[in-house]
Every structure is written in structure tokens, then in C-alpha cells.
């Protein structure tokens, strides 16, 4: 997914915003606007549903597309595989993995995470900041 993409919603408070994207959040206004007006098939790539030629459309919400942060919990993962190993062998294995430095856990962090790259397991969803209501006023329908 590609920073700094625009998409349109219904409502500012959506949940779930999956439609057209735009390069910039003028091109997402004027769409939004567009399709307001327009409904039909316009109002469901540009909203992502059906909208209702009988109801108006008197706002909508644009927001900035980004990807969420991909934390990986090194510390737990180990910690996880010295619990395994002290399960099997009791007290012997007691401090296994205690002595992994930050750079070795940094090591691995990216070892997960360019297996993720690699094999193309990065979220495909995304969040949405910056979301701001539009207003769709008696001027812009008679345009």
C-alpha cells in the first residue's frame, strides 16, 4: 500500500472504509462531491456502498490512508521458546535465553520482518488519520 493515498466514506464515523483511493484529498473532495450529486454507481466505487438516489447526500468524510505499525514482540517469542525448553528439561534450562543481547533481538526483529516482506504477509488493511467531515451544500449539487 502506498502512504499518502485519499479515500471517501459516508459518515466520518465509518468503521470499515474500503473504496476508490486518490492521490490527493482534493481529488477525494471533488469525488466525494461528484458523487453526492451523481449517486449510482459513482457513489458506490467512490463511498463503497449503495446509495439511495431517493435520500440526499448532505455529507461525507475523506481520510489519509496509512499503513498500521507492524510491532513484533521479539521478547515474547523467546521467551515463549525458553518456556518450551523448560517444560521439557526442567530447572536445566532455567536462564535459556537470558543472555540474548538487543542487537541479537534486533537481528531477529528483522529477520521477521523481511519474512513477512519476502513472502508477501503484510497487512493488506490499512488505517485511516485525518479524517475530516464535507460538506456537501445547495451550491455544490447545482453545479
Not at 34 to 56: I, M, Q, R, S
Not at 67 to 77: G, K, M, N, Q, R
Not at 89 to 107: N, S
Request: charged residues 30%; negative net charge; hydrophobic residues 35%.
Amino acid at each position: 500500500m502506498t502512504e499518502d493515498k485519499w479515500m471517501c466514506a459516508p459518515k466520518i464515523y465509518t468503521e470499515c472504509w474500503g473504496a476508490e483511493e486518490f492521490n490527493t484529498k482534493e481529488e477525494a473532495i471533488a469525488a466525494g462531491r461528484k458523487a453526492a450529486t451523481e449517486k449510482g454507481k459513482l457513489a458506490e466505487n467512490v463511498f463503497g456502498y449503495y446509495c439511495n438516489p431517493d435520500v440526499p447526500i448532505n455529507d461525507f468524510a475523506v481520510g489519509r490512508m496509512s499503513e498500521p505499525a507492524l510491532y513484533i514482540p521479539v521478547d515474547s517469542l523467546l521467551e515463549d521458546i525458553a518456556e518450551n525448553v523448560y517444560e521439557q528439561v526442567g530447572e536445566a534450562a532455567e536462564t535459556y535465553l537470558d543472555d540474548v543481547t538487543k542487537d541479537d533481538k534486533q537481528k531477529l526483529e528483522d529477520i521477521i520482518r523481511n519474512w513477512l516482506v519476502d513472502n508477501n504477509y503484510l497487512p493488506s488493511c490499512f488505517l485511516i488519520t485525518d479524517i475530516e467531515k464535507v460538506e456537501v451544500n445547495t451550491y455544490d449539487t447545482q453545479i
